[in-house]
């Protein structure tokens, strides 16, 4: 069993390391950086080819157990197999095998190479987002129910991860979830599909603004250590390490499906907003996963693709991120950027520290001129940008090309991979939401609407439940007050 400790990507004087329990129901350190592990575990070529065949829930629980040694082996693999079921991503595309969990369907040979979609969006919210989040709940009610303790989940989402952490979370003993999301700038399935929840423990708050608006809130109340310490606080968002973790496993599933043995390499597409996702990627790959390329694909709102051809991250305010028709991407501010500028920068906690103060005074930095802006390539990280008639034309060619029907951000992903192949290297693009969720581009796309599963044919028309807030962090930790 490993005995992972964690640490602050800022590096606070002093701070002791921390284990995965004491860092599960929390977002960001005392110091204000993110949780990683000190050292990165190791998978060597025969314990990776040692994994062929497992089913996901067993995969997934040799991985976490590399992670969480303060949790006894058995419960890791109870929770996984509590999680990962036929049952719960039971939404697959015809022909596809629902006890696969994230089935690899390949579409076709281009430039040399086969491109395949990477299926994560068969759970109940229809989202890669419930890959994460189902076992999330699952781990938040195991430590509460050990410990005896009460948790009140402030989460920001920009369409998606609200969903997803409401459905894993609805019901669970000793749990309430305040979500926040921007208000009529979600597509009306995604709203439908948060705010038509009646569970007295989830509460919607419609933020008068973008989703960096919702997710500058979260961290105020993170930051604020005696609220959050007095309301109990936690958070699922992609700062919150387990989600990471959890993410990481369809990098290895997909792997080992797309390859015969340990020396081929694979590269991955991942559609990008708050970096959680592909940075799940690159702790796979520092593993020691052979992952040749990892593409970050942006929409309009391109800081990600910005910084990585050219060293700048340059924030845009909330009036210049654009809305866009892939709307989980339409972030500016990458939470989950700092882990890998930590280790871009040699995992130097006070260097980290300096550069994101420099986000939060002057709105970005600029590292072009320093040498660790020509190692990127080390770390296989490219990236690409994706505009609302690339993803429309894309849609429509592959499934023109392929009989596919791909959501926006997925679109934006394939259109992006499409630039970045290399020949006998497999591509897989990462699939982030079935089309379902946004049928207005879909019509525009293909002129019909996508289909649905049955249990959603009319989610737009139940009852909702939300309050209208204004982006004032005192406004919301006096609601969360009032109501916990």
């Known amino acids: 069993m490993a005995s992972t400790s964690y640490l602050s990507t800022r590096?606070?004087?002093?701070?002791?390391?921390?284990s995965f329990s004491q860092i599960l129901l929390g977002g960001l350190t005392p110091d204000c950086g993110l949780y990683l592990p000190a050292q990165y575990p190791w998978v060597d070529a025969a314990e990776l080819d040692g994994w062929r065949g497992l089913a996901y829930h067993e995969l997934a629980a040799c991985i976490l157990a590399k992670f969480c040694g303060d949790i006894p082996q058995a419960d890791v693999e109870a929770l996984t197999a509590k999680t990962y079921t036929a049952a719960v991503y039971c939404?697959?595309?015809?022909?596809?095998?629902?006890?696969?969990?994230?089935?690899?369907?390949?579409l076709g040979e281009e430039g040399g190479a086969r491109l395949g979609l990477l299926c994560l969006s068969n759970g109940p919210t229809l989202a890669f987002k419930d890959m994460a989040m189902q076992l999330l709940g699952n781990l938040f009610e195991y430590a509460l129910t050990k410990a005896g303790q009460e948790l009140n989940i402030l989460g920001a989402t920009s369409g998606d991860t609200g969903s997803a952490a409401e459905y894993a979370m609805r019901g669970k003993r000793g749990i309430k979830v305040f979500m926040l999301s921007p208000h009529k700038k979600m597509s009306p399935f995604q709203t439908a599909q948060m705010f038509s929840l009646q569970d007295p423990n989830i509460f919607n708050l419609a933020v008068q603004g973008v989703f960096d608006d919702c997710q500058d809130i979260v961290k105020a109340a993170s930051n604020d250590l005696a609220f959050k310490a007095a309301r109990k606080i936690g958070t699922v968002n992609s700062i919150n390490w387990a989600r990471v973790v959890a993410q990481i496993v369809y990098y290895f599933k997909g792997y080992l499906a797309a390859t015969t043995d340990s020396t081929q390499k694979v590269s991955f597409t991942v559609p990008s907003g708050n970096f959680g996702n592909v940075c799940a990627g690159h702790i796979a790959r520092?593993?020691?996963?052979?992952?040749?390329?990892?593409?970050?694909?942006?929409?309009?709102?391109?800081v990600l693709d910005e910084f990585f051809r050219t060293g700048v991250y340059r924030v845009r305010s909330a009036e210049q991120?654009?809305?866009?028709?892939?709307?989980?991407?339409?972030i500016s501010k990458a939470s989950n950027f700092e882990r890998f500028v930590f280790d871009l920068l040699g995992r130097d906690g006070a260097r980290t520290a300096?550069?994101?103060?420099?986000?939060?005074?002057?709105?970005?930095?600029?590292?072009?001129?320093?040498?660790?802006?020509?190692?990127?390539?080390?770390?296989?990280?490219?990236?690409g940008r994706s505009t609302h008639a690339d993803r429309v034309a894309t849609i429509r060619n592959l499934n023109k090309?392929?009989?596919?029907?791909v959501d926006p951000h997925t679109a934006d992903g394939l259109k992006v991979a499409r630039e970045h192949l290399d020949a006998g290297v497999p591509m897989l693009a990462l699939e982030t939401a079935l089309a379902a969720k946004f049928s207005e581009t879909i019509v525009e796309a293909l002129?019909?609407?996508?289909?649905?599963?049955?249990?959603?044919?009319?989610?737009?028309?139940l009852p909702q439940c939300f309050e209208v807030v204004p982006a004032d962090a005192s406004t919301v930790k006096e609601y969360i007050a009032d109501h916990t």
């Open 447 to 461: 002129g019909r609407e996508p289909e649905r599963p049955a249990a959603y044919r009319d989610i737009e028309a």
């Open 321 to 330: 991120t654009r809305q866009t028709s892939s709307p989980s991407m339409d």
């Open 286 to 302: 520092m593993m020691g996963l052979p992952i040749h390329k990892l593409v970050v694909a942006t929409n309009e709102n391109d």
């Open 91 to 106: 939404n697959v595309r015809p022909g596809q095998n629902a006890a696969d969990i994230t089935p690899l369907q390949w």
């Open 354 to 383: 300096a550069l994101f103060r420099q986000v939060e005074q002057e709105g970005g930095f600029d590292i072009s001129s320093m040498p660790e802006f020509e190692h990127i390539a080390n770390y296989g990280f490219v990236s």
């Open 11 to 18: 590096g606070a004087a002093g701070a002791a390391p921390q």
């Open 401 to 405: 090309r392929y009989g596919v029907v």
